[in-house]
């Protein structure tokens, strides 16, 4: 089995920046994509980007790109989340996903790809 846990979500103001970190422990080896996605009070979780195993290639929602990016160390197991210019339609709970095995890159978007999830790390964004 894999565990996820994310660090680094809290609370800034608009405009400010946050880097968040998902680790990845356990006996499984993942050679899929990893991503980010976000979920509101009384919405859906949303995907916000993905990477796949070797970072050469990316996905990010229209809503994030140009602010947010994401990277991987696969050496410590750890994806980032890079989070600039953030405004207060990012406040959300973060969740990290892993799938364990690549896949297309244009399916990273589906939540139902991702085989492996963290409890997530709340971000708030004060106006």
């Known amino acids: 089995q894999v565990q996820l846990v994310e660090s680094g979500g809290g609370l800034v103001q608009a405009g400010d920046s946050l880097r968040l970190s998902c680790t990845a422990s356990g006996r499984t080896f993942i050679s899929g994509a990893k991503a980010w996605f976000r979920q509101s009070p009384g919405k859906d979780r949303q995907f916000v980007a993905a990477?796949?195993?070797?970072?050469?290639?990316?996905n990010y929602a229209d809503s994030v790109k140009g602010r947010f990016t994401i990277s991987r160390d696969n050496a410590k197991k750890t994806v980032y989340l890079q989070m600039n210019s953030l405004k207060p339609e990012d406040t959300a709970v973060y969740y990290c996903?892993?799938?364990?095995?690549?896949?297309?890159?244009?399916?990273?978007?589906?939540?139902?790809?991702?085989?492996?999830w963290g409890q997530g790390t709340q971000v708030t964004v004060s106006s």
């Open positions: 990477i796949n195993w070797s970072g050469s290639s990316t």
């Open positions: 996903a892993a799938q364990a095995n690549s896949g297309l890159m244009s399916s990273t978007r589906l939540r139902g790809v991702y085989d492996y």
